[in-house]
């Protein structure tokens, strides 16, 4: 259903994305430290490398941004000493790094990512990877076309967490039956806009250089594509399909910079007669963080979130007190484990360990799925109708 034209059938999909034996690769850095280059030095760029730096097995050796002062300061946040440093991307992936992890402006990952692939570096692509549809099967078809032995890792890390990989083996394990409704929240509270109104990038140059392009759908795709991605890209992993359609409203209440709207509502419509709800809005009171999402069969729920940093969790309501899967703190029926670490640091590590050990993965299709939803829930929202996955589809 997601790629009918883009001439990926689901026997190409499942090709792409399975994980290649280890007997039929040979890992590039295997037996050695796997050195990593970070192509967009920014806040989010320097948090992902700084794991990639502290995991044994890694090692940040390059650095590339186009200005001088994020270079400067992803030195300090990695903690890193003489790096190269590339103006230019395509210099950095000219050189011998055998990593890559790419945290540019949303709508400048296809042409990265693609390029990366040229270069035959593994590569770890942060979310979204694309903020449009065009972009998505951009994606698509340069994962599809990837050499086999390289990790193609999208950063939607909570699929490498250490407590939501304890939910889902539960559902997997058959014992608390089907998923009949499920929800997401993403609801934050933001700093107050003290700014005056930003001018609107208009040239490629201004686009290139800003360093607020968050701000702006054109490079940062609608709210729900640049943060609720995550959300709906569980949902989709734990009820193990793709929407057919969603309904949905949103608006802008509260802020004045850039064009983003700052709350949405949808309803998405999954087969099996499965409906989730998502709510992502930043008009909480400051430091408020409420980001969970919720999975109810006929007797259990299932709760996973990635909150705070210092509080990710899952747990676990069940009616049934002798179940031996649930996590080792009981209250009643209510099951709860903290995460000893966060997702983002799982999920870089994973990546690392997996290009050490030469065990590749190709995820690139997936994540494009997962993006997909969530523009094809922003359409509903700013259009304040259903709309459904072949519309979207069709669309650009």
Same mark, same amino acid.
């Given at each position: ?7 990926? #059938? ?21 037996? #050695? ?7 967009? #030095? ?296 903290? #995460? ?57």
């Amino acid at each position: 259903m997601a790629t009918k034209d883009l001439g990926l #059938s689901r026997r190409n999909i499942v090709k792409a994305a399975t994980i290649v034996p280890f007997s039929a690769v040979v890992g590039s850095a295997a037996n #050695s430290a796997v050195t990593v280059g970070l192509i967009g #030095s920014g806040g989010r760029g320097s948090g992902l490398a700084r794991f990639a730096e502290q995991d044994k097995r890694g090692r940040v050796v390059a650095l590339s941004d186009l200005l001088d002062e994020k270079i400067e300061l992803a030195k300090k946040k990695i903690d890193v000493t003489n790096p190269k440093i590339y103006k230019d991307y395509r210099e950095l992936l000219a050189s011998d790094v055998d990593a890559v992890i790419i945290a540019t402006p949303h709508h400048l990952h296809p042409e990265h990512f693609e390029a990366a692939i040229k270069a035959k570096k593994h590569i770890y692509l942060e979310k979204p990877v694309a903020n449009t549809v065009a972009g998505c099967k951009r994606i698509m078809r340069a994962a599809d076309s990837a050499d086999r032995n390289l990790n193609l890792t999208i950063g939607l890390q909570r699929r490498y967490g250490y407590v939501y990989k304890k939910a889902k083996a539960l559902f997997d394990s058959g014992s608390i039956g089907e998923i009949r409704m499920a929800r997401a929240d993403f609801i934050k509270g933001e700093e107050p806009e003290k700014e005056q109104v930003l001018p609107r990038p208009t040239t490629d140059r201004e686009r290139y250089l800003t360093r607020r392009w968050g701000h702006w759908e054109a490079m940062n795709g609608h709210a729900i594509t640049g943060n609720e991605v995550h959300s709906m890209d569980v949902v989709n992993w734990f009820l193990e399909s793709l929407p057919i359609k969603a309904i949905g409203t949103g608006g802008r209440t509260v802020r004045t910079q850039g064009d983003l709207t700052d709350h949405a509502y949808v309803i998405y419509d999954y087969p099996k007669e499965v409906q989730a709800v998502l709510t992502g809005s930043v008009l909480a009171p400051r430091y408020y963080r409420d980001v969970k999402e919720q999975f109810f069969t006929a007797t259990d729920m299932v709760e996973t979130s990635q909150g705070h940093p210092g509080r990710q969790y899952w747990k676990h309501h069940s009616n049934t007190e002798s179940d031996t899967t649930k996590p080792t703190s009981r209250k009643g029926h209510v099951a709860y484990e903290d #995460s000893p670490t966060t997702v983002t640091q799982d999920a870089i590590e994973s990546f690392v360990a997996r290009v050490a050990d030469g065990k590749p993965e190709n995820t690139g299709i997936q994540g494009a799925e997962s993006t997909l939803t969530a523009i094809l829930g922003s359409m509903a929202a700013t259009l304040r109708r259903e709309v459904s996955w072949d519309e979207m589809m069709e669309s650009e």
